[in-house]
């Protein structure tokens, strides 16, 4: 019989990173950080038996038994004579759907153009759909394009909207918690007193921070990353928040996404699908975080998501997110709003310090 | 044009394939055995016609491919003819079960006019028994666990033994899930003890009963014309889950991996397919502490997410593609 080697189960996935490494659980949706030393364990002997490990590194016994009981203990893996059986999970990333994002900017959209807009979507097979609205809307406005959704293939609409009055969010809320394809919904410039809970709804969030442009958006940050297969393959292929994304934005300018400079005609003459035919419409969608300055670096590269529109320097196609706070050379966490090296793209984009605390991001 | 049938509950695997087949444009349309009843479809089948069935809002002749996913749950129709019945449970239940061989008799005849078209699964052999897939597994090499159907105590006393005094039941016939307002209940693989046999009465409904299979995992293995899917299940892990993995655990869901199996006992599976002339197929085996490879059952329906899912599989698209292939063929 073949010796016993250590597999990890094919759904987490060691990821190294410039100092230290990650297992992504892509199953349970867990990420634990590991030191290098474990991820070259892993990857360097995996056909080794734990008897061969323990003369090789006889000197570090209990490090390496410290390391098979963390990774036991965790159902990471397991001892296997088997090992040629089990092979890594094929990471081709293949969905039938054209588009599965759409952002689109309400306020100042007419109501009537939704119908134009909601049929392309649906055309295009789109799974989701992120509604915004800066200001105050109308609650019959986004009840009319929620019910342009009903049997569509649109799986699932986020909506931001502006608080008004209590009246306004009660008649909202009433609305989502009927509409099965309405998932979360965050009204934002809420009043500091304002008290919520006869709101029995769970969809519904509520912030006192302004949303009130499409700047707010591209802020990186551990609580967005998704740690799944799907977005996880996504991320070794494509771009992973511009791939398979369109938008309409308030001026009815057909973009990749509002905050990236790029239009692909107006929502009035072009429909979406014209627009995403033109040749540059996706010329952003391959950008993978391994070319990506830095985060190619950074151990939480494949389920962290990527911005385009606000980069370090805004000249290089390759450049790291501006609104990320973590550097990989020494793992550590600050603002990224107080970074000296960051001020001048800050200033590039006009980016007022006081509107970039909110968190909104797809 | 490609023809998939299904029943009217929520089957996101035929979502998934659809999005797929619209993907590459294929031609599709989607029927429900429900159609049959609610007047969406006509059906005359009359003996003397030249052409002898007939579905006026369903051109059979553009049908080059069927997809089977399911197709009529009969508590619907029996609901309707039972409800304001004033008799007795035992007639009830004698009367559903015969309402039930009727709408079979009547699916039978509308399978029966797409018998020379390229079927998946083939709609003949759907009607394959646990007993008949189990001999014939055998016959093809594969190990299958102890196997008894008894209504009979004592018998089922000394299989006991025979067992290792180890010892299962799970429903002859298909799982289903009941759903209630609050609450689901299905058939489960249940784990026999020896007091719970002493408290049958010494004859009980026949049923079917087989030694435990002391597993190091489970392998549910997706087969499609010829190719091989396998996904192993590592449910051990789990009291939860130890006797069958759809007891979930939502916390801690089972380890699911990619899996390949040996050539050996994949032969055997295609083996098996072909005598049971199967062309698509769920299969559920388990690999033994000691090594060994024990086949339990196949489902012709089984659900094909949950393997193509967490293994990256893209069944979906294959079966999609399958389907064109089969109308281009
Ligand atoms: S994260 Fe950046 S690239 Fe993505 S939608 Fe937001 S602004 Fe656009
Ligand atoms: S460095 Fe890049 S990959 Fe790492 S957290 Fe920041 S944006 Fe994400």
Known sequence: ??????????????????????????QRGKVYVIPQSLYHLLMDYSDKNYEELAEMFANDKSILDKYFNFLLSNELGFWTHEAQNFPPID?????PEIIQTAILEIDDLDTDIFQKIIASLIRLKCKFVELRAYHSCPTSKIEFILNLTK?????????????????????LSKIIGQHPRAGSTVIHSCPSDLKTDFLRNDKMSFSQEAISSSTHCGNISPDYFINDIRVFSESLHHNSC?????????????K????????????????????????????LWNIKKDEIEKCKDCEFRHICSDCRAYVEDPKNLYSKPLKCGYDPYTNQWQDWTQNPLK???????????????????? | MILILSSSELNISVEHVADWLDFYQADYKRILGDDFFSGSQTIAYQLDEEEEYQTPNLDLKQVSSIWFRGFIRHRTYIKNTTDDLQTSNSNLSELSGRIAKALHKNTNLFFKSLKDKPQLPNLQALKTDKMDMLTKAKKVGLRIPKTLVTNNKQKLLEFYEACDQKLITKSLYECVYFFEEDRAFSFKTHLLSKEDILNFEDCFFPSLFQGYVEKEYELRIFYLDGELYSMAIFSQLDEQTQVDFRRYNDEKPNRTVPYQLPDEEAQKICDLMQMLNLSTGSIDMIKTKDDQFVFLEVNPNGQ???????????????????LIQATQS
Do not use: W
């Open chain 1, 151 to 171: 049997d569509s293939p649109i799986r699932n609409l986020i909506i931001y909207t502006q608080f008004t009055n209590i009246e306004e969010v009660s008649a």
């Open chain 1, 1 to 26: 019989m073949p010796k016993k080697v250590f597999k990890l189960y094919a759904s987490c996935v060691p990821v190294l990173g410039a100092k230290r490494a990650t297992i992504c659980d892509l």
């Open chain 1, 91 to 95: 990471f081709t990333f293949q969905e």
């Open chain 2, 304 to 322: 094909f997410g949950m393997t193509s899912f967490p293994c990256n599989y893209h069944l979906e698209q294959k079966v999609a593609q399958h």
């Open chain 1, 256 to 283: 990749n996404c509002p905050s990236l400079p790029d239009s692909y005609g107006n929502i009035q003459e072009t429909s979406l699908e014209d627009a995403l035919a033109q040749k540059d419409f996706k010329k």
């Open chain 1, 343 to 362: 001020q001048k793209a800050i200033e590039y984009y006009n980016l007022s310090p006081s509107s970039q605390t909110a968190t909104n991001k797809t």
């Open chain 1, 242 to 254: 511009l791939n398979r994304k369109i938008s309409v934005d308030n001026k009815g300018n057909i």
